[in-house]
């Protein structure tokens, strides 16, 4: 490839939209396949849309008030994305142990989301029906 | 004698969506069973980096229909030219994406254009899901009734 078109690539993927803090999914773009609380940590497992130029390396992992928020991260392929807890990818399928002292129940964890934050609980029962 | 359907996918449709956002691929049914196919760069951490081999992957959309899906039933002579089109080793690029492979396979396979052209000539998912949803919107199709190239031709 020319360096004129790597040139005009470059320029328009960084015009994409994706300049927030933290590229990630919203809540509402992901499919919680499981999501389970034992001891101090949570197991999730979810998939994400499917993109070519982008995948999920992992979460990020906030805590305010006894509310913990997981924004899934958004990484393009090319690029190195912050973590908190990496995930792994086994057929579409995102797994991730998240450590939490305060692991209560899955109505007290949200994934974010730029309408607002969405609770697990509604999530993986939107999945199920 | 076997019915094969071509389907076209996109997961994002329109401007709303970025211009690096989403995929797109195609399906081939036969006789009711379904397979995936579509262009995946090697370094995607859903791919096994198969080095100068082909990058048309097989299996790793599913079958789940998307935002934008038109199907196409295939006559048998266009059923060889798809075996073959499949069969070719293609290497996804900047300039060969999943939406280019996708758009072309089918304009080779039936003779049909379903735009994929955005900014600079680039080809993206969201273009091909917008044009995929125009043709819908005056010839709807599904898998259980997929459209003739010949029919679309004409619209």
């Known amino acids: 490839m020319n360096k004129p078109t790597l040139i005009l690539i470059a320029a328009l993927m960084s015009g994409c939209g994706e300049t927030m803090?933290?590229?990630?999914y919203?809540?509402?773009?992901?499919?919680?396949?499981?999501?389970?609380?034992?001891a101090e940590s949570?197991?999730?497992?979810?998939?994400?849309?499917?993109?070519?130029?982008?995948?999920?390396?992992?979460?990020k992992v906030e805590t305010v008030a006894g509310n913990t928020t997981l924004t899934i991260v958004r990484c393009n392929i090319n690029s190195q994305c912050d973590t908190d807890v990496k995930a792994a990818?086994?057929?579409?399928?995102?797994s991730a142990t998240v450590t939490m002292a305060n692991a209560s129940d899955l109505n007290s964890i949200f994934i974010a989301d730029t309408n607002g934050p969405v609770s697990l609980q509604t999530l993986l029962n939107a999945s199920v029906d | 004698?076997?019915?094969?359907?071509?389907?076209i996918h996109s997961?994002?449709?329109?401007?709303e969506h970025s211009f690096t956002a989403g995929h797109a691929w195609v399906t081939v049914t036969k006789d009711g069973s379904t397979q995936s196919y579509g262009l995946w760069?090697?370094?995607?951490?859903?791919?096994?980096?198969?080095?100068?081999?082909t990058d048309i992957r097989i299996g790793l959309e599913g079958t789940r229909f998307p935002v934008a899906s038109r199907f196409y039933k295939l006559t048998p002579g266009q059923a060889k030219k798809l075996d073959k089109a499949l069969k070719?080793?293609?290497?996804?690029?900047?300039?060969?994406?999943?939406?280019?492979w996708a758009s072309e396979l089918i304009a080779e396979v039936t003779g049909v254009d379903i735009d994929a052209d955005d900014w600079a000539g680039f080809e993206t998912p969201r273009e091909l899901g917008k044009h995929i949803l125009k043709l819908e919107k005056k010839n709807p199709t599904s898998r259980a009734a997929p459209t003739t190239p010949e029919q679309s031709s004409w619209n």
């Not at chain 1, 990818?89 to 995102?94: A, E």
Request: glycine content about 6%; overall charge negative.
């Open chain 2, 88 to 100: 070719q080793r293609v290497a996804w690029r900047y300039t060969n994406t999943c939406a280019s």
């Open chain 1, 26 to 38: 919203n809540a509402q773009e992901i499919t919680v396949e499981s999501a389970k609380v034992e």
């Open chain 1, 42 to 59: 949570l197991n999730i497992s979810y998939r994400t849309p499917l993109e070519s130029l982008y995948f999920s390396p992992g979460i």
């Open chain 2, 1 to 7: 004698m076997t019915t094969i359907i071509l389907g």
């Open chain 2, 41 to 53: 760069p090697d370094n995607h951490p859903a791919t096994i980096d198969n080095g100068p081999e």
């Open chain 1, 89 to 94: 990818l086994n057929q579409g399928v995102y």
């Open chain 2, 11 to 15: 997961n994002v449709a329109g401007s």
């Open chain 1, 21 to 24: 803090a933290t590229p990630h």
